[in-house]
């Protein structure tokens, strides 16, 4: 296959893209989990979030799976280290994704008002299963990042054991200031760009119009400053992309603020669009290496394949997973364009005309 710049292969720009859009579509999800805890019996929360969350949560398992053939397709040789390294993360992701599958189910499907469940509790059970999932996916893109206590054997390690000797030390990673911020303030910053996706504040007052600027700030500044932390080696290329994604991060809450561009911030395919493309040159400043502090430095194009099957698994992959993209963004423009008709605009009031007597 043809190579992009610095040697990028094509597959694995598709894997990029795929990781970008997984994310993307769970971070909407991770969005929710504020409102739905904390504001669920509003009427606002109701129309702006559940209308959009309760369609959109099965597909963004598609995702996960699309991921993960890819990743056996792209890097097999990695993969059985990564499994076994990861595996607590994984194992715990996989968990309580199925507690957030059952207990959305529950409470839109089975038990939608009845009287054998509180519907709220359902949901509560649901935002702290996908709060967790939030909290496990980001630190597994922090170990892959940073390579912080992972211990990886088998294919390029120092010095030879079976794949299963893989493991990590989790009070390594997770006692590193770097890969907390690099979670922190990624959970910052999507409780405020949260409020603008779902319209949550009144930007008729002061709080409701900053609020989602000063979070976003607040949640990059910690994130990206970790983020360059757990990335920054000497053998990076690629450090000039991590001004894109602060662009254009900044760019949604700020058009938020104003009243002639807040329909555009909040605009549910733009967001995606520019959250997307974010994640793609996050993923391309580590990119050609990853786990970077662990006993095996990875290069990429140095275990990716290259066989005959390898062409036909990615192009099945590539025209489905670029039309399940595009679905997901006409998805958007279409919640976005009804939750507009659900929610009535405020009738003015007429002006009565006094007659004299």
């Known amino acids: 296959m043809a190579d992009l710049i610095y040697g990028l292969n094509i597959d694995v720009l598709f894997l990029i893209v795929v990781v970008a859009s997984m994310v993307t579509m769970f971070s909407t999800e991770m969005m929710a989990v504020v409102p739905i805890a904390t504001r669920f019996k509003e009427n606002k929360t109701r129309i702006n979030v559940l209308s959009y969350i309760v369609p959109v949560w099965e597909v963004v398992g598609t995702f996960f799976v699309l991921w993960l053939v890819d990743m056996e397709n792209v890097i097999p040789i990695l993969m059985p280290s990564i499994s076994y390294a990861l595996f607590p993360l994984f194992a715990t992701f996989i968990f309580f994704l199925?507690?957030?599958?059952?207990?959305?189910?529950?409470?839109?499907?089975?038990?939608?008002?009845?009287?054998?469940?509180?519907?709220?509790?359902?949901?509560?059970?649901?935002?702290?299963?996908?709060?967790?999932?939030?909290?496990?996916?980001?630190?597994?893109?922090?170990?892959?990042?940073?390579?912080?206590?992972?211990?990886?054997?088998?294919?390029?390690?120092?010095?030879?054991?079976?794949?299963?000797?893989?493991?990590?030390?989790?009070?390594?990673?997770?006692?590193?200031?770097?890969?907390?911020?690099?979670?922190?303030?990624?959970?910052?910053?999507?409780?405020?760009?949260?409020?603008?996706?779902?319209?949550?504040?009144?930007?008729?007052?002061?709080?409701?119009?900053?609020?989602?600027?000063?979070?976003?700030?607040?949640?990059?500044?910690?994130?990206?400053?970790?983020?360059?932390?757990?990335?920054?080696?000497?053998?990076?290329?690629?450090?000039?992309?991590?001004?894109?994604?602060?662009?254009?991060?900044?760019?949604?809450?700020?058009?938020?603020i104003f009243k002639e561009t807040t329909y555009i911030a909040s605009y549910k395919p733009f967001i995606i669009l520019l959250t997307i493309i974010s994640l793609v040159f996050l993923e391309l400043k580590e990119y050609p290496y990853v786990f970077g502090n662990a006993n095996i430095v990875s290069y990429i194009p140095a275990v990716t394949t290259d066989t005959p099957m390898q062409y036909l698994v990615f192009l099945i992959s590539f025209i489905g997973g670029t039309w399940l993209v595009l679905m997901m963004i006409y998805y958007a423009y279409v919640s976005n364009h009804r939750i507009a008709k659900l929610i009535p605009e405020t009738p003015t009031p007429k002006k009565t005309v006094k007659t004299k007597q």
């Open 98 to 256: 199925v507690v957030r599958n059952s207990f959305i189910v529950y409470a839109e499907f089975i038990w939608h008002e009845k009287q054998y469940f509180d519907e709220r509790k359902l949901y509560f059970v649901y935002t702290v299963a996908t709060f967790i999932m939030g909290i496990m996916a980001l630190s597994i893109l922090a170990a892959i990042s940073s390579g912080y206590g992972v211990h990886l054997y088998g294919y390029g390690a120092v010095s030879y054991k079976p794949y299963s000797d893989s493991y990590t030390n989790f009070g390594v990673f997770y006692s590193h200031l770097g890969v907390i911020g690099f979670i922190i303030g990624a959970l910052i910053m999507a409780n405020g760009l949260g409020m603008v996706f779902y319209k949550l504040t009144d930007i008729k007052t002061p709080t409701g119009k900053f609020l989602p600027l000063i979070l976003v700030a607040i949640g990059l500044a910690i994130f990206m400053s970790s983020y360059y932390s757990i990335t920054a080696k000497d053998y990076t290329v690629n450090n000039i992309y991590i001004i894109i994604p602060i662009i254009l991060a900044l760019i949604i809450p700020i058009l938020y």
